[in-house]
């Protein structure tokens, strides 16, 4: 099985930074895509970026390159840098990976529990 275990997160000023990071541990062969997306209360999950493992990065557009995505293949985590913080950036932020754990098997999409940022104004 995969884990994927997010830290990180807390309560904030808006304006403020904060560094959200995933790592994946389990039986992994390889990952695709890591990546995060949030839900805020009320509303449904939205994706916030991605990278892949050849360091493309994607990212929605309220991000407003406010935010940065980076990985480390060889630890299998990804970090997410959110700068400029304001309270419509509260929710609470999910890791989410594509990993393949048998040579022979397609990619397997995999979440972690989530990790709340308030942003007070």
Known sequence: QVQLVESGGGLVQAGRSLTLACAASGSIISINVMGWYRQAPGKQREFVAHI???NIAYFADFVKDRFTISRD???NTVHLQMNSLEPEDTGVYY???GVK???NDPYSNYWGQG??????S
Do not use: F, L
């Not at 990790?115 to 007070?120: D, E, F, G, K």
């Open 73 to 75: 293949n060889a630890k």
């Open 52 to 54: 892949t493992r050849d």
């Open 95 to 97: 890791c989410n990976a």
């Open 115 to 120: 990790t709340q940022v308030t942003v007070s």
């Open 101 to 103: 754990t048998r040579y």
